[in-house]
Every structure is written in structure tokens, then in C-alpha cells.
């Protein structure tokens, strides 16, 4: 069943897959990044102070809750020939390696602009303690006719 | 492991005396960038590093049969493309390098074989709460000159 412009509704959620964080899926994150920041794999650095903050060890990239996200945007929106568009996020708590995080969303607005149709979402990603470690807003087109994508 | 064109410099350490400290970062100029082939195997390690299991990434003949005609990049492919395009000497590649949250607008895919090339620049930079603050600016274009993404980031510069 695809999901048309006209059937969705401020409210209606959209979850992601889980990603289990450990070492080795912050080395592939850096592998298949090339952000080889030794905020991610030096325990040593890390156990230094950044101005007033300590990590307290080695943290998973901020940009993974990006990637995850946007997984999660796409596998819903692409079924229904809609084409994600914009994606704003900030960082609130470290993830670390033996956290296990997840993304959801809900849909807060629908807009028809002069040529397409848009649905805004609230994203967020919470840790396996409900905490939210990422929040943004995101902004998915759903076009009019159904066009070719670029 | 990822093959790069030419040997990716993955020990941030080096080069690090080379960089530019926030007091040096002048907002506006533009950064020098390197242009990457995107290769659908860099796509694919990219894809495993995040979980992404969708076809339209992997499997060439389904791809076909979508709109997209063929293989793409996931849209997040620019957290690749970032490091990729920035030379070893840019002070992206800073050591501790805090990222503060990025909000980056798609236009149009990715996809293997693309020549990636990278415009960025600082726009701003200002201290709040203590820590230096640097506003990015970067936008990627694939060979026919067509943008792909757009995206602006803080990141929290190392002291």
C-alpha cells in the first residue's frame, strides 16, 4: 500500500531499523566516512577534556544518527514516489559503543506550494534508555504528478 | 576497506601543524577541495556503515526498473563525499573537531561513476559559551554541473 499526500496526517509516526553501536560499527562508520577524527577511535584522547566537556571514551559519529535518519526517510518515502528533501539535525547527548539507538518521526505539517506538495516531520533518535540523542526536522516532496525523479 | 584514488590520509595527527586554528578561519574564502569519483563500492561500504539494506544501492537490476534508471547513492552520501573532496592540510580534518549538527537539501542522487566536485567555504565563526564555533558552507555538483546537495554544519573548533 503506498502512502498518497492526500492519506497522511499531522501525528502519523514513522519509526527505523535499531543500530546497535560498538567499536567495530564505529570503525566501519569511519571506514566508510574516511572521518578518521581520533574522537572516534583513540580511548586515550578521549579520556581528555574538550573545553568543559569529557566524553569519557571513544563516541559514535554525530553524522551516524544522520545516516540513520535519512535511511529511515527514504525507505518511507521512496514506495510513495516521494523524494526526501531537506534534513536539519543537532547532536543532545553522546553515543557510545554498547548504546543501541533508533530513529523515529512524526509528520507535523503538509504544505502545497505552487508547483509540489511537501510533509514536514519531526526526527529524532533515542537510545535504549529513551533518551534523545538527535532531534531535527525533515522535509519530504511528494510531486504532483508523479514525474520523473531527477 | 575502502580503496581511495589516491591513499586517504587516515591519521588525522599528520598534517595537523598545517591547519588552520579558528583564529586563522576566515569566513567567506573559499576552502581548496579535491574532486572524488564516487565508485559504487565507496557507495556500498557507506551503505554497510550505516545499515542500509535497500536495493536501489546494491542491486543494479532492480535499479533499472525504478525511476532512478540505475543505481544511486543514498542521499547521505555527502558524510562521505565531505572527507573525500577535503584536502589532508584543511582544518575539517582537525583533531577534535566537535560537529555541531548539519541540515543538508538534496536535489538530485548520486550515483557510481559520478566525478563529485566540492565547493565550501566558512561563512561565519563566533564564540558562545566559551567554545569557538565555525558556520560551514558546502555544496556538491556531479560532473554534468548539476548540484547534488546542498548543506551547512557548525562544528565546535578544537582549542
Redo the contacts between chains.
Sequence with gaps: MTTAFENLSVGDSITGPTFAVSRESIRLFCDGSLDYNPLHLDDNYMKGNFGKTNFGGIIMHGMNNFGLITRMLTDWADPAGAIHRRLETRWLKPVKPGDTIQPEGIIKAKQVTQKSRWVLIDVLVKNQNGEKVATGEAMVEFPVANAAAA | ??Q?QAA?E????KDANLRKVWDEIVPGEPRKTIPYVLTKEAIQ????????T?P?YFDEAYAKTT??GGLIA???IH??L???CTPADDWM?S???????????????ARPGDTITLQARALDKFIKR??LFVVHDNVFFNQHG?VICSGRGQT?R??
Excluded at chain 2, 561500504?45 to 542500509?52: A, D, I, Q
Design positions: 576497506m575502502a581511495a586517504f587516515t591519521d588525522f595527527w561500504l557507506y551503505c554497510r556503515s550505516v545499515g542500509e535497500n536501489l525511476r532512478h543514498p542521499p547521505s558524510i562521505l565531505m572527507f573525500s580534518r583533531p577534535g573537531t566537535v560537529n555541531a549538527g548539519q541540515s543538508w537539501s538534496y536535489n538530485k542522487p566559551e567554545r548539476d565546535i578544537p582549542m
